[in-house]
């Protein structure tokens, strides 16, 4: 059963605060997008189109409805993004609204030919910005799974490329930094020097490096690192955030913000990043600061290097990543969806107003138990979602974007 | 299927015409998360800028009641019958909003000469017969509105039931010099009494306002930690002090208090005179709800150790007061300023004006007042929130601030 493909719905503008009707509790009108391809009964919706933002869920490698898998990077890459192009036509949109992509690798020995058939689905004139990343573990042994943004105005899209030499030269079929509307995706940079292509051997150094490249990007932007709404930190280290690695990135990091001025963040400990750089770092500015701000619950104290709550754009919040207490995955999960919660409620919202999650397990085997604390906290309407393996002690953490 | 809400926004947004247009307000207005009443007896002519009692869920604010008729503009002679006129103006809101003098939990008595305070106080404390006084503050301003010589600011609770009195031990704090108690708890918030910096052992005042500082926080602390709750679960605090060298001193001990980015919102204010001879004087509000507990800041804000814009208590949000000398010399660019700011700073709590549930504005001059009326009245077209107007002494490097716009709001 279809929730909408309605490209008749006319999607006028966020009805005031005062005229709320119903059980409908949201400022800035939505979409759920289940395309026809897709089994019915998952725990997220494929697509969530909100005001010109489409949040599209993981996609897979995978035949949505037979759970098929091709063979080889190439066609397991075409699965994926053909899945991708099922929720972008019932949102009435094609891969040139595309602004923004992880791609996530189990291998990244197949980078160079998902580069290619991946790069097929864009261009000439237009490449959204993206981070490319190998995860110890996706869901449903894929191999390949993607998390795209679409913006419906076309006419708002433009690509931020800083002047020749001011950052390392593209790896891949992408762009340096995306505008959709006032929001700036800003790819997934590494600490290659741009001068001697080289990269420092210290972590310290890497991510001095990278976050000057970022700078660079924002400033042909005309933004500041303290634009930014949310930021995804990776990094590699056999003993995840108990290694020394995670601290001396933060060492440097947070020398690139005022204190208490830090964004959202999730950082998260991989098994391999492309080429020979050891973290990698991608943003999401805004150029709208008089709507920007924070809210952060108490129990929060503040951080040189997150906003530990969450931060707003407009009617759009980025929460940093939560994990949470207790023996189980369930208990975790509950806890760290609870804390969310906490945030979301300092600015007016609730779990009915989350578009997008993140969810980063320590074992991938755990996915059905945290599907059904998932559908606790989503029994309607579920945001798109995208879930990861990742290292860490813990067994989860979770990561939102919630619209009012 | 389609979720019924889509039919049902796609029918309103056709009735008011696509195209950019918002839909008209619907006849009740907006909807809010907790229920309000708006309390305007009969007592009082119509047309205030401000509502005189705002009830919203069990919290009842009540507009600062000066010492005139409400309809004559007459002031009685003398400190007792003025202390009766304001009790009386206050006992119509409670009338109206369904309770009585009992449900009050906080006042700040608000006095233009100390001088008055036994006859006031004599008066004020008759007209609480359950021996349950609520918590006060009571302080000399410069100047009150319309000549008034006594201005009293109150919140009211419905639930008798969940108003509790917080007694610390016997000499843990200064004995009380007045009709009030220590601190009231109010459901699930806890007002306090202003507190000065007498030492409960000694009776004695520090010479130093950092002396006074130090132990009046001592003292707040005490009361808090008798009603099991800590610095951390402040929400809304008001320093009041003597002489503007004073804010720095009284400053670099109260940040000694609170983490980096996590004290509470705040209004400090220089006045003319406090109570006896302290020179420092603070009045805390707190939570029990750390968990509902957090704070909002505005892109650029950098975190501090005094104060932050808005601490929100659950569906309660408190404001610091906000000052904007550098929006021009005259109060209404001042004031539309700080309503700006104030209007960012509710957006980013899913919040505007209308949930604004009462305001504190503190002019330098109050011959500003009919100026600072008038953009009160834009901000605040229907059901205004309750309003308090004092004079305070800005002196120094404040001297160019002309007003300063304290409020809270309600989901």
Redesign the interface.
């Known amino acids: 059963m279809k929730r909408t493909s309605a490209a008749y719905l006319i999607i006028c503008l966020a009805l005031s605060a005062g005229t709320l009707l119903g059980e409908h509790h949201h400022k800035v009108e939505r979409q759920f997008i289940y395309p026809d391809e897709f089994a019915p009964g998952k725990a997220y919706t494929p697509g969530i189109l909100v005001g010109d933002y489409l949040y599209i869920s993981g996609q897979i490698d995978k035949d949505p409805k037979t759970g098929e898998q091709p063979e080889g990077i190439a066609d397991q890459t075409r699965m994926a993004m053909d899945n991708m192009g099922h929720v972008l036509r019932a949102a009435g949109m094609d891969f040139g609204n595309v602004v923004t992509c992880h791609v996530q690798l189990v291998d990244m020995d197949n980078y160079k030919d998902m580069n290619e058939v991946y790069g097929s689905y864009f261009g000439p004139d237009h490449f959204p910005a993206r981070t490319t990343l190998e995860f110890p573990g996706l869901p449903g042994n894929a191999n390949l799974e993607v998390t795209c943004i679409g913006y419906a105005d076309k006419s708002k899209i433009s690509l931020v490329v800083p002047p020749e030499g001011a950052i390392p030269a593209a790896m891949g079929p992408y762009r340096p930094g995306v505008w959709a509307g006032d929001m700036l995706y800003v790819s997934g940079s590494g600490g290659r020097n741009p001068k001697t292509n080289e990269t420092p051997a210290s972590i310290e150094g890497q991510t001095e490096q990278t976050m000057k490249t970022i700078g660079a990007i924002l400033e042909t932007a005309g933004l500041t690192h303290e634009d930014a709404v949310f930021v995804n930190v990776y990094f590699l280290d056999p003993d995840g955030y108990q290694g020394p690695t995670y601290g001396k990135l933060n060492s440097v990091y947070k020398n690139f913000f005022t204190i208490g001025s830090a964004p959202s963040r999730a950082s998260f400990c991989l098994s391999r990043l492309p080429g020979t750089i050891s973290t990698e770092i991608t943003f999401v500015a805004t150029r709208d600061t008089a709507s920007k701000g924070r809210v952060v619950p108490s129990y929060m104290g503040t951080s040189p290097t997150s906003s530990g709550g969450g931060v707003l754009a407009g009617d759009t919040l980025w929460t940093s990543g939560k994990s949470g207490k207790g023996d189980t995955i369930e208990e975790q999960m509950r806890d760290s969806l609870e804390k969310i919660r906490d945030t979301l409620n300092l600015a007016g919202m609730d779990m009915e107003h989350v578009v997008d999650a993140h969810v980063y397990l320590k074992d991938v085997a755990d996915m059905d138990k945290m599907n059904a604390v998932f559908k606790e906290y989503f029994p309607n309407n579920p945001p798109a979602r995208t879930t990861l393996q990742v290292t860490q002690k813990q067994l989860e953490q979770v990561q939102v974007v919630a619209v009012r | 299927?389609?979720?019924?809400?889509?039919v049902?926004?796609?029918l309103?947004?056709?009735a008011?015409g696509?195209?950019?247009q918002?839909?008209p307000?619907?006849a009740e207005?907006?909807?809010f998360k907790v229920k309000r009443q708006f309390i305007y007896p009969e007592e009082f002519p119509p047309g205030k800028p401000y509502t005189p009692g705002v009830l919203a869920g069990d919290y009842l604010y009540i507009a600062g009641q000066v010492s005139l008729d409400p309809q004559s503009r007459e002031q009685p002679a003398t400190i007792e019958d003025q202390t009766h006129m304001a009790m009386k103006n206050m006992g119509y809101v409670l009338r109206d909003a369904g309770m009585d003098y009992d449900n009050v939990v906080t006042c700040h008595v608000q006095l233009d000469d100390m001088d008055n305070y036994k006859g006031m106080n004599e008066v004020y404390g008759s007209y609480y017969t359950s021996g349950r006084y609520p918590a006060r503050t009571t302080l000399e301003f410069p100047g009150l509105p319309s000549d008034s010589h006594v201005e009293i600011t109150c919140v009211a609770y419905a639930d008798k039931s969940k108003i509790e009195v917080v007694r610390p031990g016997e000499g843990a704090t200064p004995a009380a010099m007045g009709p009030y108690s220590p601190a009231v708890w109010a459901g699930d918030r806890l007002y306090l009494s202003g507190q000065g910096g007498r030492n409960p052992q000694t009776n004695e005042i520090d010479p130093t306002t950092e002396g006074q500082t130090k132990q009046t926080l001592e003292n707040v602390g005490t009361i808090l930690k008798a009603a099991g709750l800590g610095f951390?679960n402040t929400v809304m605090v008001n320093p009041y002090y003597l002489g503007h060298d004073n804010y720095a001193k009284l400053n670099s001990v109260y940040r000694e208090y609170f983490?980096?980015?996590?004290p509470s919102a705040r209004g400090s204010f220089c006045l003319s005179r406090l109570p006896g001879t302290i020179s420092v004087e603070i009045t805390f509000t707190a939570t029990r709800n750390?968990?509902?507990?957090?704070?909002?800041?505005?892109?650029?804000?950098?975190?501090s150790h005094t104060a932050v814009p808005a601490?929100?208590d659950g569906n309660t949000m408190f404001f610091a007061a906000k000052s904007a000398p550098a929006a021009g010399d005259d109060v209404e660019s001042q004031f539309r300023a700080s309503m700006e700011h104030w209007r960012?700073?509710l957006?980013?709590?899913?919040?505007?004006f209308?949930n604004v549930v009462s305001t504190n504005v503190y002019l330098k001059d109050l011959d500003d007042m009919p100026k600072m009326t008038e953009v009160f009245r834009e901000y605040f077209p229907e059901s205004p929130p309750v309003r308090t107007t004092l004079q305070v002494i800005q002196e120094g490097s404040r001297e160019k601030v002309r007003q300063e716009i304290s409020m809270i709001a309600v989901?």
């Open positions: 299927m389609k979720p019924r809400w889509i049902i926004s796609l309103v947004v056709l008011a696509c195209g950019g918002a839909p307000p619907e207005g907006p909807s951390e983490d980096l980015g996590r750390l968990q509902k507990k957090g704070r909002v800041l505005p892109h650029g804000r950098r975190p601490t929100i960012r700073v957006k980013l709590a899913g919040m505007g209308e989901r």
